[in-house]
């Protein structure tokens, strides 16, 4: 059993991005943020990112034994050595995400986690979302709610997320709850970091446009763009959700372009989904709070900025850790389980219900390695 009230909550977050795993605790009772603690990064190698990339798209059943070994002991290594630590939520590797059909697959195996850290573990937090209908994504908002009670925010606003996909949480913060009609709208916006990504690895071996660098030196083809806004995911109202490869064709759309408007192209992609996800919003935002690697790449946020009527700021603007936000939330969300609380809802994920996923394994008695 968890105590009641305040608990030391250990999250981790291993994005579409393949860069590699955040930790970080939260200390919570799962509805208040009460402080924030210590955080880690693990890098994946090159090596696992190209083990990791090859097994995109697998389904349990396949062979996946070596990405397995990749995202466990990265987690170990990643979750090992923080100091009283009560549960750790374990979001895990998401390969697939198909919720209108084969449903969710992250990678990662939560009891062998629990053995090996000697604590409680949440995880597979998004099957029982998709059981009852939902897009199982995006589960974060229920964490960004907390964020803005945290923040002391006012008045209505926004997270958005800039990681291999790009997602946006609108948050009314004078609700009592999350849960609340009205407190939330959250949605996939379209991808954002994952293509741009897979292009710098195609062309030049590396990982990222770091600094937006390469998009800087280049023209954005209007051709290409207006081709990608075209897709029929656009024009679907949210709540909503992506695969990482869902969009792998606009890798195609700027096949024939320089490396430099190729990322050009991909960025300013990426900043339009933005900015049509941005027309659901219930009202508009008195502010955009940007977490995710795609906060650092100046090119992208100058393109929100120009784009948008409200000031687009990195979430360290208000006190928050935009490297680590996704692994918190984890942590946030892996306390609500524990307690029985939902961990989303029908204006977050689509979900029929407001609904708690997560299954929780414990270590073998006597084990105590966290």
């Known amino acids: ?41 693990r890098a994946y190698s090159a090596a696992d990112r190209a083990v990791l ?107 958005l997320n800039l990681g291999g996909v790009g997602n946006i949480t609108w948050i009314d913060p004078a609700k ?64 909503k959700s992506l695969d990482r490869d869902a969009f792998a064709d606009m890798i195609g759309l700027v096949r024939e372009l320089s490396d430099a408007d190729a990322a050009a192209t991909l960025t300013a992609m990426a900043a339009a989904a933005v900015m049509r996800g941005m027309e659901h919003c219930p009202a508009p935002p008195e502010r955009l709070l940007v977490t995710g690697g795609g906060r650092k790449n100046p090119v992208m946020m100058q393109m929100l900025a120009t784009a948008l009527d409200c000031p687009v700021l990195p979430v360290e603007e208000v006190g928050l850790d935009g490297d680590m936000l996704e692994a918190q939330a984890f942590a946030f969300l892996a306390v609500r389980v524990m307690r029985g609380l939902p961990t989303s809802c029908p204006s977050t994920t689509g979900v029929r219900a407001a609904v708690g996923g997560g299954e929780v394994s414990y270590p073998l008695p006597g084990d105590d390695e966290a």
């Open 176 to 239: 009592p709850r999350p849960d609340t009609e009205g407190a939330l709208l959250a949605f996939d916006t379209g991808p954002a970091n994952a293509p741009l990504n897979d292009l710098m690895q195609e062309r030049l071996g590396q990982d990222c446009d770091r600094d937006g660098a390469l998009a800087r030196r280049g023209q954005v083809e209007d051709g290409a763009l207006e081709l990608f806004l075209d897709d029929p995911y656009f024009f679907r109202m949210p709540p």
């Open 53 to 159: 990339r090859a097994a995109l798209g697998k389904w349990p059943g396949a062979d996946l034994d070596a990405p397995a070994r990749v995202v466990q002991v990265a987690h170990v290594d990643a979750l090992s050595g923080f100091d009283a630590v009560d549960l750790v939520g374990f979001h895990g590797q998401t390969l697939a995400h198909d919720p209108r059909g084969r449903g969710t697959h992250q990678l990662g195996d939560g009891a062998a986690l629990a053995e090996a850290l000697g604590v409680p573990v949440v995880w597979d937090f998004r099957s029982a979302d998709v059981a009852m209908g939902g897009e199982g994504a995006p589960l974060a908002p229920f964490f960004h709610f907390a964020c803005a009670r945290w923040i002391e925010a006012a008045g209505p606003l926004a997270f």
């Open 1 to 41: 059993m968890l105590k009641a009230g305040k608990v030391r909550a250990l999250g981790a977050m291993s994005g579409t991005s393949l860069d590699g795993v955040d930790a970080a605790v939260v200390e919570t009772d799962g509805e208040t943020i009460f402080g924030f603690g210590e955080t880690r990064y």
